[in-house]
């Protein structure tokens, strides 16, 4: 293992998102206060208590998970496109270094960024609501997992984009539909009966219903189907991102 | 001694059917300056591509310090620096970051005493906190440079190092070639100058259509471009050239109406007033005289047509 070129892209990386630290946390800041505002005055008024959790606690999972997702596959996607935009990736292809390196370098920056995220709006959702967890060492265990399996596809679609619109594509037009229509801000059992069953096809559907168990508990589908989910998905996207290197498949050539 | 890059038979067909190397055989001793040289989509880049790893080769093998360049890349690329053609660098990175990125990149332990002397040397010292996108085009070039050598390459490529960069740069650019090579860096650089080539070259290879057309000594074609010819045409036809001339190098041309006498312009003399002097002494009039050079330019041209002619 190439354990100094993994740390110097991590690194790297990293440098860049401390340049712009503030943005980085007043932004996230702001819009969870945003949704708050909306979500948890406005109709929070009218809906009690969902599933015996006042609703502006119950938004607060799905909340961050749809930061920690956006912000996993933006941060990654544009790591690995900006380098193959501008040229630079000549050097990654020309080290001493395999795909897992620039993988681990690279993923492992995008993830620590969106589980930074991620705990800014923790924090600021705190403020607003009482938040009690009762699984923390799990809800922790979840937003890591969801960090990295999405660098890893924001990473796979960073390779694929051709030009900028492809790279803010998919994530406009597959990810933020699915995390909202994800259950982030209600539950798939209020659903009817036939949207139900869609929903169950929506991975995303897995995600927030385990790390939803990680705060209060209880959960749209079993504990261990979610976590059978995330394992899934993070093993397709590590199998891609295999086969991308061995083909050199968008970057060889 | 083994030649520190190997280069077998390598052909490469890009993904549109091109054929960009026909089958390149060539060795690269440790310690040479070889300079490529070739016009431009001759395949230059797309070789030394093939060898760093950006591209790979559709067949033949490269081995470089004895390992290959795909099933031992590790060790193969750990020898290797790689000034591009293109310059790409982040332009918002500050010059000491990318330098420091490119040593870890390699697997190198932190130096930063090392990467210190690299800036120096390249004068790139005092731009170490400077934005990329704040430098010239040369400065941005020499960062490629440091980027290369802060892994301490055995092997440096330069992809066209002084394309497009002013006369004083050009200077610099070949001090750094001639104190890399007195530090025992093997450096194979491409270009279409044939002076840049005939100024710091070891070795002079001429590349074309994806052929290695010619690989020689500098010195040996400098010889062979030093020849020089006189032609001396004769008031009288002979027919043939008399035994009191036999020392000299001649040539009886179109049927006996001149002669052609080759010298060497670098020799201490040319031996062209002994000549007349003895062809004087033998009764021959001339009625004029013409002389003509063959210069690596000529070589290079010839050699470039031909292959053009083939294709
Ligand atoms: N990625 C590519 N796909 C298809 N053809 C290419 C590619 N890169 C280079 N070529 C072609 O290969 C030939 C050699 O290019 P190159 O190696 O860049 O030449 P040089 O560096 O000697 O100017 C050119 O005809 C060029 O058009
Ligand atoms: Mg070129």
New binding site residues.
Partial sequence: MNWEAVKSIYFFEMARFFRTLMQSFISPVISTSLYFVVFGAAIGSRIEEVEGVSYGAFIVPGLIMLSVITQAISNASFGIYFPKFIGTIYELLSAPINFLEIVMGYVGAAATKAMFIGLVILGTAALFVDLSIQHPFAMLAFMVLTCLSFSLLGFIIGIWAGNFEQLQLVPLLIVTPLVFLGGSFYSISMLPHAWQTVALFNPVVYLISGFRWAFFGSADVPIGLSLLAIGLFTGLCLGAIWWIFRTGWKIR? | MTAIVQIDDVK?V???G?E??KGVTLNIEEGEILA?L????????????TICGI?QATSGTIRVGGHDVVTQYRAARSLVGLVP?EVNLEPFEKVWNTVRLSRGLFGKAKDDALIEKILRQLSLWDKKDTPIRALSGGMKRRVLIAKALSHEPRVLFL??PTAGVDVELRRDMWEIVAKLKADGVTIIL?T?YIEEAEAIADRIGV?NK?QLLLVEDKDALMTRMGQKQLRIELQERISEIPQSLGEFKLELAEDGDSLIYSYDTRAERTGIAKLMAAMSAAGLVLRDLRTSQSSLEDIFVGLVQETGDAA
């Fill in positions: 050539n | 490469k890009y993904d549109g091109f960009a190397l490529l070739g016009p431009n989509g001759a395949g230059k880049t797309t070789l030394i591509s591209t053609q992809d066209e491409t279409h590349i994806g």
